[in-house]
């Protein structure tokens, strides 16, 4: 069965630290690209973060381009996302996810997680 599983999501203060870890299982995917989503309340599902199988190309969404960084480790068939300078506008379920025709837009992936709750105090 091939599985998608978070962690590493928690209550933090503005200006903390969260790193996030994607582990999978079921298959290899060294080949894939990953990307990192998230899901606030009521909003629709948005883009973080994406990294290609090689992890040459990393993507951000501006809105935490210089805070968040994308990596993976092929080799333990995982994918992390290190955010850093959080603030309480990042507080959502984030989402990693396998496989897309198109890295930005979630409906393009094949495969997700379960998601993991980050919540950002003030």
């Known amino acids: 069965q091939v599985q998608l599983v978070e962690s590493g999501g928690g209550l933090v203060q503005a200006g903390g630290s969260l790193r996030l870890s994607c582990a999978a299982s079921?298959?290899?995917?060294?080949?894939?690209?990953m990307g990192w989503f998230r899901q606030a309340p009521g909003k629709e599902r948005e883009f973080v973060a994406a990294i290609t199988w090689s992890a040459v190309y990393t993507y951000y969404a501006d809105s935490v381009k210089g805070r968040f960084t994308i990596s993976r480790d092929n080799a333990k068939n995982t994918v992390y996302l290190q955010m850093n300078s959080l603030k309480p506008e990042d507080t959502a379920v984030y989402y990693c996810a396998a496989d897309p025709n198109d890295y930005r837009d979630y409906r393009t992936y094949d495969i997700w997680g379960q998601g993991t709750q980050v919540t950002v105090s003030s």
């Open positions: 079921g298959r290899t995917f060294r080949g894939s690209t």
